[in-house]
């Protein structure tokens, strides 16, 4: 069965450090989400992307990110200055043309320190 | 936020009875609702969803309704099996963006 694939599963780094997370989504799907679930808070909602661009983001997903698709495959969020606030677990998701089938990868937990 | 709510944070239920998970929402403007799992160590894994024009959907196991006059929705599992022990995240989606909820954690005992 198709999947989404991150990586890498686990990233410890020092506080004001650049990460970027890295997917795989779903090879011909269109639309690409991150998501975010701090430990013991609800998942939360980051961004939405679609034809090379942000189609929706929320108010979590400030200046200090960025998504981006830099060829056929990838997909990658980048935190440019992290913040201990910012170590969670961070999902990509992908979907069709059926828009709600998203298929969800198995998450990066980032650890700032 | 707060769009979405699972009131019970576990559930503990025997194995071959019927598991019933509840869900509220508070915003008309969601379409759709979606019902995942979650095992530690994985991302969330989509079970069943239903539109907001419909009322019950079965799949297998598996039922979910919805009320939209009261915003609830729910999660029926019968019967409930050991390899059901997990986390269950009751989404929903609104311009395809999706809120979920806090989760319940349901144990099936043997």
């Known amino acids: 069965e198709p999947e989404v694939t991150q990586t890498p599963s686990h990233q410890v780094t020092q506080m004001g450090q650049e990460v970027i997370l890295r997917c795989v989504p779903i090879?011909?799907?269109?639309?690409f989400y991150w998501y975010r679930q701090i430990l013991g808070q609800k998942v939360e909602f980051l961004v939405s992307?679609?034809?090379?661009?942000?189609?929706?983001k929320s108010e979590i997903f400030d200046d200090q990110f960025s998504v981006e698709r830099p060829d056929g495959s990838n997909f990658t969020l980048k935190i440019r200055s992290t913040k201990l606030e910012d170590s969670a677990m961070y999902f990509c998701?992908?979907?069709?043309?059926?828009?709600?089938?998203?298929?969800f990868g198995s998450g990066t937990r980032l650890t700032v320190v | 936020d707060q769009q979405v709510k699972q009131n019970s944070p576990s559930l503990s239920v025997q194995e071959g009875r019927i598991s019933i998970l509840n869900c509220d929402y508070t915003?008309?403007?969601?379409?759709?609702f979606l019902w995942y799992k979650k095992y530690p160590a994985e991302g969330p894994t989509f079970l069943i969803s239903?539109?907001?024009?419909?009322d019950k959907n079965e799949d297998g196991r598996f039922t979910v309704f919805l009320n939209k006059s009261a915003k609830h929705l729910s999660l029926h599992i019968v019967p409930s099996q050991p390899g059901d022990s997990a986390v269950y995240f009751c989404?929903?989606?609104?311009?395809?963006?999706?809120?979920f909820g806090a989760g319940t954690t349901v144990t099936v005992r043997a």
């Open positions: 992307f679609y034809n090379n661009e942000i189609s929706e």
């Open positions: 239903i539109s907001s024009i419909k």
């Open positions: 998701a992908s979907s069709g043309e059926g828009r709600y089938g998203y298929t």
């Open positions: 989404a929903a989606s609104e311009n395809y963006k999706l809120s």
């Open positions: 915003n008309s403007m969601f379409d759709y």
């Open positions: 090879s011909n799907h269109l639309y």
